[in-house]
């Protein structure tokens, strides 16, 4: 059963109501029974909710927390910058990079990205993107859904990073023959400091040399190769992250 | 620059001519010109070639094989099982599988898989699925084409697994909540013995009862998690795969 996310923070014992889009999913369309269970997330935590009673006319469901649940997110956050790529290239993206554990994607503009959208087209892409997230989140049984972010120039990015702390940004490069994560990222052992991640995938047409520039030289992002079988954008993320959570042993024990 | 799978053994020094479906894509579609490079494989081996004469009217390329190239395949091979599951996802599958470096495929029919193909059907998706295969293989430029089987049940596996040494097997088990791929694989080191590795990835509703006990007792599968996130079937067997390639060094050093 998906998970609902609250916007409001919970705690055990609270009694909680969904209602609007939600309450109508879990009344009509999985038609939950009081008596049952539910998980619900807020805040980055998940609970374990039971369901008090079912008004499915006013598609309302009435739940009461019972306790919270093991956290299901990343200890060691993995960022995805994508250059914007054709299609719907970008809903699968971002739907696959949700399940995965994605903490948030920034959709970047490029040299080469054949899509550009102007103001009003990028809040209804955007609107769909975050949508997408929401529900692949809820899917997955995630505690937080990602962030979508959209930027129209890398030079963007460049605050944002540097806000961070213990952050690595890897750039993945074709141009690169030799150095893969499996070098570039840092040893890893449980003592060691918790670590961001930040993915770098170009859009079909890869990056121009101005960028490539950029990237390395200043944001600091390290060139890695992810071996010599060429990669569409839309697989090249989801190969890369799930190289970082394995590292950092976040795809099981 | 797509690469051309021969079905001859190559040597330098020979003239191979391309005809047919690959003639008319080289010539017509991607218009080669006589004095240019392009890659071939053969036999599991990628070579270069010059173009030494283009007929785009017969849609015939001549070439003269000039020197290998490095090898493109992993050292560790892959293999994915993969119960069939609903519309058009194993062709996403074996699209993003085949770029990532899968050996081969196994679609299985499980007992909750809703599709199931009698033998008319079953030949023509086998060679949509084999095209799907070859094109994937041709664009990622690897030196061969994954195999793609089909099985009507999981015992069909067992002489395909017995008749290989150094195997280790490993099923994506929802129920399955500590041993992940991290701790599941052997350690990796130069030294150690080339060792293959097959995933096996349920359809939509996963495996049942009786299923899981075939695999783990029978076959003896070990079964592991990809952590707390509940990922499809389409996205579970990629995310498997490079979490194994990423272990083995075979995606980038």
């Not at 250059?83 to 970008?90: E, H, N, Q, R, T």
């Not at 079909?204 to 990669?231: F, S």
Request: some cysteine.
């Amino acid at each position: 059963m998906p998970r609902v996310f609250m916007d409001v923070t919970l705690e055990i014992g609270q009694t909680i109501t969904i209602g609007g889009e939600d309450g109508h999913h879990y009344t009509r369309v999985l038609r939950v029974r009081e008596g049952e269970f539910l998980a619900v997330a807020s805040s980055g935590c998940g609970y374990l909710a039971h369901i008090g009673a079912v008004d499915a006319t006013a598609g309302i469901v009435t739940a009461h927390v019972v306790e919270t649940l093991p956290t299901h997110e990343s200890m060691y956050p993995v960022y995805l910058i994508q250059g914007l790529a054709k299609g719907d290239k970008i809903d699968t993206i971002i739907q696959h990079n949700t399940e995965l554990g994605v903490a948030g994607f920034l959709l970047l503009e490029t040299q080469r990205s054949v899509v550009k959208l102007d103001s009003k087209k990028r809040e209804s892409k955007l609107e769909r993107w975050r949508k997408i997230a929401r529900e692949a989140a809820s899917q997955a049984q995630r505690d937080v859904v990602p962030i979508v972010a959209y930027g129209s120039a890398i030079q963007a990015v460049h605050d944002w990073l540097d806000s961070m702390s213990n952050v690595s940004v890897f750039f993945l490069d074709e141009e690169e023959r030799t150095v893969g994560l499996a070098s570039a990222l840092p040893l890893h052992s449980a003592q060691v400091v918790k670590r961001t991640s930040v993915l770098v995938v170009g859009p079909e047409g890869g990056w121009d040399a101005v960028e490539r520039d950029v990237w390395v030289n200043q944001m600091r992002a390290i060139p890695v190769t992810l071996g010599p079988r060429t990669l569409r954008t839309e697989t090249a993320g989801l190969v890369g992250v799930s190289a970082v959570l394995h590292h950092y042993r976040q795809l099981g024990g």
